[in-house]
Each structure stands twice: as C-alpha cells, then as structure tokens.
Nanobody
Framework: QMRLVESGGGSVQAGGSLRLSCVVSGYTIRGRSMAWFRQAPGKEREGVAVIYSGPGSTNYADSVKGRFTISVDNAKNTVYLQMNSLTPEDTAMYYC???????????????????WGQGTQVTVSS
C-alpha cells in the first residue's frame, strides 16, 4: 500500500518562499508520475505541477510557471515543491499525489491519481 506524507507548509508573507516535501513509502516512485495539487476553500482541486520520476519530465500550471519547481530524490523516495514569490492567491491545502498507473502523463487531472497524502496547509498573507 502506497503512503504519502507531506510536510513543509506554513504561513509566509507575500514574496516569500516555502519548500514542500512528500515522503512516499510502500512503493517506489521511480517510473511513476508524481504531482502536487492544491485546493482553496470553496474551490475545486487544481493541479500545480507533475514530474516523471524517471527522466525528470515536468509540467506546470500556468499560474505557477516560473515560480514553483517540482523535483524528486529517487534515493529518498521523496518529491519536493519549491515555491518562490508566493502570493495570497497561492493560499490552499497542498496535496501530493501518485498516478494510479506507472508511466508519464503531463495531464494534471485529479482523476488520474489514485494515491494521495493528507495535505499540508500553505497560507500567504499580503
């Protein structure tokens, strides 16, 4: 059974940075698409970034391009999300997710991901 545990959330001022971590156990992330999603109160869950833990292919939502960077450490079975130049619009619960089947897909659709963490809260104040 795959288990995902996020950490690194917190409260920061606009313009600040945070680094989220997602430690995966029970299954290797190598060869699987790993993603970060976020959900703000009253809004639908949206994809933020995805990475293919083999070759390192990535895709980002337009709203975070140039500010967020997704990466993996296969040796640690961990996925990261470096978030810079944060704005209040980035405030949300952030979730790590693993695609249900192995392989690469740049599509950030929640229905493609069958494994989820419990989430870590990010709050950005103006």
């Amino acid at each position: 059974q795959m288990r995902l545990v996020e950490s690194g959330g917190g409260s920061v001022q606009a313009g600040g940075s945070l680094r989220l971590s997602c430690v995966v156990s029970g299954y290797t992330i190598r060869g699987r698409s790993m993603a970060w999603f976020r959900q703000a109160p009253g809004k639908e869950r949206e994809g933020v970034a995805v990475i293919y833990s083999g070759p390192g292919s990535t895709n980002y939502a337009d709203s975070v391009k140039g500010r967020f960077t997704i990466s993996v450490d296969n040796a640690k079975n961990t996925v990261y999300l470096q978030m810079n130049s944060l704005t209040p619009e980035d405030t949300a619960m952030y979730y790590c997710a693993a695609r249900t089947v192995a392989g690469w897909s740049p599509v950030l659709a929640p229905q493609l991901y069958g494994y989820w963490g419990q989430g870590t809260q990010v709050t950005v104040s103006s």
